[in-house]
C-alpha cells in the first residue's frame, strides 16, 4: 500500500518535470521578439472624408513626435480616395470614392471607429454601417475656432487627446499670428468688400455662414453675401454686380495667387474690384480642406486684402 502511493507521488513528479521541459522546449521556438511584443490591442479608425483623413494623419504625427520612443496604437486603416490626394494615403485601404463609397469593404475592415464629416457621408450610409454594429462619429466646425476645437475632438475620439490638443494649440497659435501680421490700420479702417467666388460655370460663391465666411471676416474683409445663410450657393451675375465687391478672389487650379485681367469680370469695368484691379486668382487647394492645411488659404486671403488695399 506504501509502495503504491510513493510510486504514485514518483510518476507525478516525473510527469510535472515532462511538463516543464516541453514547456521550455516550446517556448526555445518562438522567435525572441515575440516574448515581448506589445499585447496593447490596436484601436482601428477608418475615415469616410478627405478632411478628417488629414486631421486623423496629423493628429497621429504630432503622437508620434511627441512619442517618438513608444508604438502609437491608433491607426489609421482605410480612407476615401480623390484626384490629387497626398502620398500617405497609399498606407491605406480603399473605401471608395465619395459618389461610390464600398460598404461591404468598410466592414470588412471592422473598424473600432468610422469618422466623417457633415455633408460629406450618405446618410443611409451612416445608417447601414451602424446597423452593422460599427460607431460612426460625424464631425463639424462652423469657424476656424471650432476647426481647431474638432482637431482636439477628434484625437480624443481616436485615444490620442493629447496630441489632437497639441495640434489644436498650434493652428490657433498660427492663425493668430497671420491674422495679427495682416491687421492694418488701412484694412481696419475700410473693410473691403469681398466676393469670394468658388466656381464659374455656374457661379458658386461663399454665403454668411460656415469657416469660407469666417476666413474673409478674419482677414478684415466683409462678405458681399453675408446676410445669406448659406456655407456656399449657386448666383447669378445681376446679383453681384447689384452688391459690387470692391474685392473678387476666384478659385481655380494656379499654384501662385495673382492679380487676373482677363478674368469673366472684365466686361464689367463698372465694378470696383473690375476698375482697381483687384480681382485676384487663388489656389483653391488652400481653402478646399478644413484640415490643419488650411492656414495656407488664410494666410493667401490675407496677403491679397493686404495687397488691395
Not at 113 to 139: N, S
Not at 188 to 194: E, G
Not at 205 to 232: E, R, W
Amino acid at each position: 500500500m506504501y509502495a503504491r502511493k510513493n510510486d504514485s507521488i514518483i510518476l507525478k513528479s516525473h510527469y510535472f518535470k515532462y511538463c516543464v521541459l516541453v514547456f521550455w522546449f516550446v517556448l526555445s521556438l518562438l522567435p525572441i521578439q515575440s516574448l515581448y511584443a506589445n499585447t496593447t490591442k490596436v484601436f482601428t479608425v477608418v475615415s469616410l472624408s478627405p478632411n478628417t483623413t488629414a486631421i486623423i494623419h496629423d493628429v497621429i504625427e504630432q503622437a508620434t513626435k511627441e512619442n517618438a520612443k513608444a508604438e502609437i496604437n491608433t491607426k489609421l486603416i482605410g480612407s476615401i480616395y480623390y484626384a490629387g490626394q497626398p502620398k500617405y494615403y497609399e498606407n491605406y485601404q480603399n473605401i471608395g470614392s465619395f459618389q461610390a463609397l464600398n460598404v461591404e469593404k468598410i466592414i470588412s475592415l471592422s473598424p473600432d471607429l468610422v469618422i466623417t464629416w457633415t455633408g460629406q457621408t450618405q446618410p443611409q450610409v451612416i445608417a447601414l454601417l451602424e446597423r452593422f454594429g460599427i460607431k460612426v462619429v460625424v464631425f463639424n466646425a462652423e469657424d476656424l475656432k471650432s476647426l481647431a476645437t474638432s482637431f482636439a475632438d477628434i484625437g480624443a475620439s481616436i485615444q490620442l487627446k493629447n496630441a489632437g490638443t497639441a495640434l489644436q494649440q498650434s493652428f490657433v497659435t498660427q492663425l493668430e499670428a497671420i491674422i495679427k501680421h495682416n491687421a492694418t490700420p488701412a484694412i481696419k479702417r475700410h473693410k473691403p468688400r469681398v466676393l469670394l467666388q468658388l466656381a464659374t460655370q455656374p457661379i458658386f460663391v461663399a454665403g454668411g455662414s460656415g469657416i469660407l465666411n469666417d476666413i474673409v471676416t478674419q482677414c478684415g474683409g466683409v462678405n458681399v453675401f453675408k446676410d445669406m445663410n448659406n456655407v456656399s450657393f449657386q448666383t447669378n451675375i445681376n446679383a453681384i454686380i447689384e452688391r459690387n465687391p470692391s474685392v473678387i478672389i476666384m478659385l481655380s487650379n494656379i499654384t501662385k495667387w495673382h492679380i487676373d485681367q482677363a478674368s469673366m469680370w472684365q466686361r464689367w469695368q463698372d465694378l470696383f474690384a473690375v476698375k482697381n484691379k483687384h480681382v485676384f486668382q487663388l489656389s483653391s487647394d488652400g481653402i478646399s480642406q478644413f484640415s490643419p492645411q488650411i492656414l495656407t488659404g488664410v494666410k493667401n486671403i490675407c496677403d491679397i486684402l493686404s495687397a488691395a488695399d
